[in-house]
């Protein structure tokens, strides 16, 4: 059985930081490309974020470019995305799912892989 579980989230100004991580196991996580996704309030569920399975390639969707970074760690089967200069848009709940490109993962979501996410929320 897939299972993935965020952590990090809370509450924080606007510009300040959080790091997210999400371990998954019951997967062969090394062969997964992974992705972080957001569902802000009354809003469909986003993608915002993509790592290769060895960890070279990274994909972001514009709205967080230059601002979030993803890694992962295949020996933790954890992926993590470093959020920074938040702004009050970024509130949200944050998910990861496998999955290379936003289809992908909405797809292993659609089949229940994802977790149950972690809330970040930034507010003055």
């Known amino acids: 059985e897939v299972q993935l579980v965020e952590t990090g989230g809370g509450t924080v100004q606007p510009g300040e930081s959080l790091k997210l991580s999400c371990v998954a196991s019951?997967?062969?996580?090394?062969?997964?490309?992974m992705s972080w996704l957001r569902q802000k309030p009354g809003m469909d569920l986003e993608w915002i974020s993509s790592?290769?399975?060895?960890?070279?390639?990274?994909n972001y969707d514009d709205s967080v470019k230059g601002r979030f970074t993803i890694s992962r760690d295949n020996a933790k089967n954890t992926v993590y995305l470093l959020l920074t200069g938040l702004k009050t848009e970024d509130t949200a709940m944050y998910h990861c799912?496998?999955?290379?490109?936003?289809?992908?993962?909405?797809?292993?979501?659609?089949?229940?892989?994802w977790g149950p996410g972690t809330q970040v929320t930034v507010s003055s």
């Open positions: 799912a496998p999955g290379r490109i936003a289809s992908e993962a909405l797809a292993n979501v659609r089949r229940g892989y």
């Open positions: 019951g997967l062969t996580f090394v062969s997964y490309a």
């Open positions: 790592i290769s399975p060895g960890g070279g390639h990274e």
